[in-house]
């Protein structure tokens, strides 16, 4: 089955986009789906040699732009590209969808029209990072979508953590942490403490709390924060990697001695850039709807695109989502509404 | 006058803080007295040669161990080192105390014996980190002293950091931001969202929100979150550190060419070290106590202890605390318990 492609979402609508697709569908054999504005679409297409019955559009008239409000779009853009994506795949017609555009509109969409997998309140998303150990990323979730967190929603992204780590990276049993400012049981804020039993209750193989700087040394598969956290330890990661990236070089301009041993250099700082980025993997799924959805960049490269339609192709055809609604279900005891707990509506 | 030092904390008590503590007489020319079992500081002194006038002796029993309760040590040890230490400052007959001993327990008993700053609910830890822009570090606060923070002790916070990015980085006016997970007005939690409007509305030079990117390139000078996202976001940044040394090293074992290449660059890296590394001023103070109190790792070097008694010195000396009265005093409108600024608490 078709990827569908968000042709109009991203920096540069109807351009990398377009690129990415027709590299997954040359060189991948990927069917894909352009959503778009068809003449336009077609227009750009006349220019990239591709086999015509890979490479199908889907016509809509809006799009959502990237600093447009997600709900207000939701609401009032009922034929944008996003929107007619996701109705595609909710028809299944399309097996997943993939978009660079604005992150909260394609969130809330899939939200909305796909629904959520029974049990899961908040959809995640979810990235790899490196760890120092070559080949052996670890899965953090989530980077972004849910700020304020219940301990049992950190308890779903663990489930769901722990289904990508078993599907995608082909992990039997992953090691599941929660990213803590502290090792012990008891450590970090209010609701850090409340998950922890949670999460020791769960068919999960919970390693416990792991800190900021051991999450990089291959000691857990899957690490579990909320989305604010999330979004700060990326970001941490990425600049300390530019303070070193930008300091190096400004070192190195100083002297002609250094800049000979930066070119002798050349491949440790090659290898270290490709272990070190993970976008090579394409994009970042939102886990826990029903359905594929995988988020890039809004300033991704072709590239990326192209692998992250082969990464959406994988999570469809590798049943992603079988796993994490078996997961859901050897905890749906953990995952009961507190309220609804009470000995009254156990009897009912 | 001269600067506490707690002689029995840390990860080897009697060892480090001593010679610690010798250099920075012998060195620096600062008085320093050191807390402990006098006997064996007497003892180990007789290898250290240094002059009487400048180092002197205050005996108490106890010690608190690294991973005892801070609050059973302070209910129980009234003879530990640090309560100790703690007690001379209150009286008047130290300037400051310097501890690599049980950071919680140092906290517990600088608020319990000096008390918080006037308005100051929650004394916070703060450090600094570099910014790509040579000798122009940034304060980051708080690093671990509090996980759940209320708005209010965030403004707090950022009025504490401004003071000491003032006293101590002899920044005019230094640019003050709120770490958050996105650069608009309105992101970030629910905490965050209210602390915006708190920080604006303060005599603070408010940035606005800054993305832990964003941070490393010179563009604020004080940057404001609670303790568990500060820890995440030093833990972060050191185990991205350790990543590319660990990787580099790595690569560069397995080419002789790298490895001339390596020998070329050793300046830059060590240019690299030295500017990534904000370990050298010393310690890391406690702010908001009535008092001047420095942390430093259990795992601190000679030198390290060194540098700290000289921050503890400069913090004292250059009245950091009279700094911080005053900004809470500008600001004391907004530092009001909210329950308490109802019209007949006012009128009363």
């Not at 990415?20 to 297409?45: C, F, P, S, Y």
Request: net charge neutral; hydrophobic share 40%.
């Amino acid at each position: 089955m078709p990827v569908a492609v968000d042709a109009m979402g991203g920096d540069s609508p109807l351009s990398i986009q377009l690129e990415g697709a027709v590299r997954a569908a040359n060189e991948l054999g990927i069917e894909v789906v352009l959503v778009g504005q068809e003449t336009q679409i077609k227009d750009r297409l006349q220019n990239m040699p591709h086999s015509a019955n890979k490479v199908r559009i889907v016509h809509c008239e809006e799009m959502v732009e990237m600093h447009e409000s997600p709900s207000q779009a939701l609401r009032q853009k009922k034929d944008s590209s996003i929107r007619v994506a996701m109705d595609l795949h909710k028809r299944g017609e399309v097996s997943a969808v993939v978009s660079a555009g604005n992150t909260g509109a394609a969130m809330a969409t899939a939200k909305f029209v796909l629904k959520s997998i029974p049990k899961i309140d908040r959809p995640a998303i979810a990235t790899l990072m490196p760890s120092t150990q070559r080949n052996r990323p670890f899965v953090i979730l989530d980077i972004g979508a849910n700020t304020d967190c219940k301990p049992e929603y950190l308890l779903q992204f663990a489930l769901m953590g722990g289904a990508y780590a078993q599907t995608m990276l082909n992990i039997d049993n992953p090691r599941v942490a929660l990213l803590n400012n502290g090792e012990e049981e008891g450590k970090g804020n209010q609701n850090l403490k409340e998950t922890y039993p949670l999460l020791k209750k769960s068919t999960l193989n919970f390693y416990g709390n792991i800190e900021g700087k051991l999450m990089y040394q291959n000691e857990v598969d899957v690490v579990v924060c909320d989305g604010f956290v999330g979004n700060i330890t990326l970001k941490v990661a990425e600049g300390t990697f530019d303070f070193v990236k930008q300091v190096l070089k400004e070192e190195i301009e100083k002297s002609w001695v250094a800049k000979l041993g930066y070119l002798l250099m050349k491949r440790p700082f090659k290898a270290l850039k490709e272990r070190g980025d993970y976008t090579e993997i394409g994009g970042a799924p939102l886990l826990g709807v029903q359905g594929t959805v995988v988020i890039c960049h809004g300033s991704s490269k072709p590239y990326s695109i192209r692998n992250a339609i082969r990464h959406a192709d994988n999570c469809a055809s590798m049943k992603l989502n079988d796993k994490i609604s078996s997961l859901v279900l050897e905890n749906q005891n953990l995952l009961l509404p507190r309220k609804e707990s009470t000995p009254l509506a156990a009897a009912g």
